[in-house]
């Protein structure tokens, strides 16, 4: 089936490092899977970060990039600079859907830290 | 503009007691509905979806239901619950027509 893998938290950096939060996927039900970025940050529910329909395309937001790789079947998240308000849990997924209605497989969520 | 909200935002309950969670959507007409849930150190997985006022689609059997008596309102229930149902509920809606989600603040429940 289906299936996200992503980095296994916590990731701990210091404000103004860089960030790569790894994350490749699994798709054997469709061939091009829209990709998602979600994030939840602390007390909230979840958000709806970036999203890439489009193989080879690069979604971003609030400094955060990811880019859908199709021949390393990958979707990492990058910022260049992170901020303490940056702290939250961070779930890649991706879109199974089945006529009019569909499903999103989750990885297991990377817990960010960031440092002051 | 369309809003979410669920309630309780937060539950502790017995094991073998009944529960109730619950949805609302405004602003959006025939969404698609879903629950998802989340136990400790699990992913997201999808519970329920529904397409349409009074059909439930089941994905995940874990001794819990879900309803929908309005085109705007989702139920997640069980008459008793199990130690393994603790874990945050996320309610969600689509658009019939593509897959953007969006999700409500979630309910955390701790059994006891």
């Known amino acids: 089936g289906d299936s996200v893998t992503q980095t296994e938290g916590p990731v701990t950096v210091s404000e103004s490092e860089s960030l790569i939060i790894n994350c490749t996927y699994s798709a054997t039900s469709i061939a091009y899977p829209n990709l998602f970025w979600y994030v939840r940050y602390p007390g909230e529910g979840l958000q709806l970060l970036l999203k890439?329909?489009?193989?080879?395309q690069k979604g971003s937001s609030r400094g955060f990039e990811a880019t859908y790789n199709k021949e390393t079947t990958s979707f990492h998240l990058q910022k260049a600079s992170v901020q303490e308000s940056d702290s939250a849990v961070y779930y890649c997924?991706?879109?199974?859907?089945?006529?009019?209605?569909?499903?999103?497989?989750f990885g297991l969520g990377t817990t960010l830290q960031v440092q002051p | 503009a369309q809003t979410i909200h669920q309630w309780p935002v937060a539950e502790i309950k017995a094991v073998g007691s009944p529960l109730s969670l619950g949805c609302t959507i405004k602003?959006?007409?025939?969404?698609?509905l879903y629950w998802y849930w989340q136990a400790t150190g699990g992913t997201l997985q999808q519970l329920f979806y529904s397409i349409t006022v009074g059909q439930v689609e089941s994905v995940v059997q874990l001794n819990l239901s879900a309803s929908r008596p309005k085109d705007d309102q989702f139920i997640l229930s069980t008459e008793k619950l199990l130690l393994s149902h603790s874990g945050f509920y996320l309610c969600?809606?689509?658009?019939?027509?593509?897959?953007?989600?969006?999700f409500g603040s979630g309910t955390r429940l701790l059994v006891i």
């Open positions: 969600a809606w689509s658009r019939q027509e593509n897959s953007d989600y969006t």
């Open positions: 890439v329909i489009t193989a080879g």
């Open positions: 997924a991706l879109a199974q859907i089945t006529g009019n209605t569909g499903k999103l497989i």
């Open positions: 602003g959006k007409s025939s969404p698609n």
